[in-house]
């Protein structure tokens, strides 16, 4: 019996240790780490750390529709590289979701993680007045985060950290 449990363990020893590392496919994407990985099927912000290990997971919200975003006002989050190019403390902002409620202040939470995504200014990572919404398909293109945890991850990230949105499966 002994025998077998040293074999198992002698076998599944390399299976673990893939698991542990779900997110080394995507080192030699981010260059860099910390880097960040999104899923929009699952609905999951990894913060990954240079073994391809999280550090950190969030749960998140994201677009209405699936799929790329191409235009603006088409309520899809981006898809591909970029790169946080700014950390701005957004307590105060307002916006008006067009849900006939009007402006809605401190809409962005504590912090707005602006992404560098080619054509569109204000695609970022940020806080919510809704935590309900996390884990759902709720906004106009952004990655939603709890208050708590976009303030968590302020704290990790830096401008230049690599963020990874993958492609939705339906």
Request: net charge positive; hydrophobic share 40%.
């Amino acid at each position: 019996m002994r025998k077998l449990v040293l074999a198992l363990a002698v076998l599944l020893a390399p299976l673990a240790a893939k698991a542990q590392a779900p997110y080394e496919k995507y080192l030699t994407m981010a260059g860099d780490a910390p880097f960040i990985v999104i899923s929009k099927t699952d609905f999951t912000l990894a913060l990954v750390d240079e073994k391809g290990e999280a550090i950190k997971e969030y749960g998140m919200s994201c677009a209405i529709n699936y799929g790329p975003k191409k235009v603006k006002g088409d309520h899809k989050t981006p898809e591909g590289i970029f790169k946080i190019n700014e950390l701005l403390n957004a307590k105060g902002l307002s916006h008006d979701f067009k849900d006939g409620k009007g402006p809605i202040k401190d809409a962005y939470g504590p912090w707005f993680l602006r992404l560098d995504v080619p054509g569109f200014r204000d695609i970022g990572i940020h806080g919510t007045p809704f935590p309900e919404s996390i884990g759902t398909r709720a906004t106009e293109g952004c990655i939603r985060l709890r208050n708590e945890d976009i303030t968590d991850l302020k704290q990790r990230v830096k401008v230049g950290t690599t963020v990874i949105i993958l492609p939705d499966t339906i």
